[in-house]
C-alpha cells in the first residue's frame, strides 16, 4: 500500500505540472485513500490541503471551503495549531472575493494570531506575499481604500505585478483618480501579458522535461535491456564451456582406462609368454 501511494502521489505531480487538475484530484484522492489505509494521518491531511489548488482552478469554491474546514480540524486534532491557522489562508481570500467580509475578517484575525505567517516585524514571510492581495481585497471591500492601497503596494513590492497592479487600479478607480488609472491601467495589462507569457514558458519547460524524462528513462530502460541481454549471452557461453569441459573430462577419463585394460591386457600376454619360454 505504501509504495502504491507513492506511485499515485508521482501521478498526481506529474498531472499539476500539465495542468491537469481533474486528474491530480484523482490521483491525490487515492494517495489520501492509501494514506489512510497505512496509517499516514499527516501526510492524508497535507495532500487534503494541496489539493485545493487543483479545485481553485477548476472554480470549486464551495469545494475548497469544506476541504480546508475539515483540514483545519484535523490539524487541531493532531496539535499543529499554526498549520491549521495557515489552512485558513485560502479561505479567507474566497470570502474577500464573495464580498462575505464578516467571515474573512475572522479568518484573518486567527492567521495573524495563531499562524507562523508574520515575522517578529509583523512582516509576512517570504514566499506568502500574496497574502497582502488577500488583505487589500478585504481592506478594499470595507472601503478603507488606503489600508488597501498600503497592501498592494506590498503585494507590488513582493514582484508579485499582476496582483499588484490589479489591485491599485481598482483603488484609484475607487478614488477616482484619473491620471493614476491611466498609469496603472497599461501596467496591469503588460503585467498580465508577461504572467501569461510566463505561464506559458514554463509549461513548455514543464512539458519538455518530463518529455526528457520519459526519453532518458527509455534510454536507460534500452540500456538495461542490452546489458541484461549481454549477460544472458555471457551465462550461456559459459554453461557451454563448463559442460564441454565436462564433457572432454569424461571422455579423457574413458580414454585412459581403456588405454590401462590395454596397458594391464598386455603386460599379462607378456608374462605368460616368459614363463612358457623359462619352462
Known amino acids: 500500500f505504501r509504495i502504491l ?45 494541496r ?22 480540524k484535523r490539524l ?23 464580498r462575505q467580509y464578516a467571515v474573512a475578517r ?25 497574502f497582502y492581495y488577500t488583505l487589500g481585497l478585504y481592506f478594499e471591500g470595507t472601503n478603507h481604500l488606503d489600508s488597501a492601497e498600503y497592501y498592494y503596494r506590498r503585494v507590488l ?30 501596467l496591469y495589462a503588460d503585467a498580465n501579458d508577461a504572467m501569461h507569457r510566463e505561464m506559458n514558458s514554463a509549461e513548455v519547460h514543464k512539458t519538455t522535461s518530463l518529455y526528457n ?11 538495461e535491456q542490452k546489458a541484461s541481454r549481454r549477460l544472458i549471452v555471457i551465462y550461456i557461453a559459459i554453461i557451454i564451456i563448463l559442460v564441454l569441459v565436462i564433457i572432454g573430462f569424461i571422455l579423457r577419463s574413458r580414454y585412459l582406462e581403456k588405454e590401462r585394460k590395454r596397458e594391464h591386457a598386455l603386460n599379462t600376454i607378456r608374462e605368460n609368454y616368459r614363463k612358457v619360454n623359462e619352462a
Request: hydrophobic share 40%; aromatic share 8%; glycine share 6%.
Open 5 to 49: 501511494r507513492n506511485i499515485y502521489g508521482q501521478m498526481a505531480e506529474v498531472f499539476d505540472a500539465q495542468n491537469l487538475p481533474e486528474d491530480e484530484l484523482k490521483a491525490d484522492s487515492a494517495f489520501i485513500h492509501y494514506s489512510w489505509l497505512i496509517g499516514d494521518t499527516l501526510e492524508a491531511v497535507i495532500t487534503l490541503q
Open 213 to 223: 524524462y520519459n526519453r532518458h528513462r527509455r534510454q536507460a530502460q534500452v540500456s
Open 51 to 72: 489539493s485545493e489548488g487543483a479545485l481553485y482552478l477548476l472554480g470549486l469554491y464551495d469545494s475548497i471551503l469544506v476541504n480546508a474546514q475539515n483540514v483545519r
Open 157 to 186: 513590492a513582493a514582484d508579485e505585478l499582476e496582483a499588484g497592479y490589479k489591485g491599485l487600479l481598482s483603488v484609484y478607480s475607487k478614488h477616482g483618480i484619473a491620471d493614476s488609472v491611466a498609469k496603472f491601467a497599461p
Open 106 to 130: 475572522r479568518d484573518i484575525r486567527i492567521i495573524r494570531e495563531e499562524s507562523d505567517l508574520y515575522d517578529e516585524h509583523q512582516s509576512i514571510i517570504s514566499g506568502c506575499e500574496m
Open 76 to 98: 487541531l486534532q493532531m496539535g499543529y495549531a499554526q498549520d491549521a491557522a495557515r489552512a485558513l489562508i485560502m479561505p479567507a481570500y474566497i470570502h474577500a472575493i464573495r
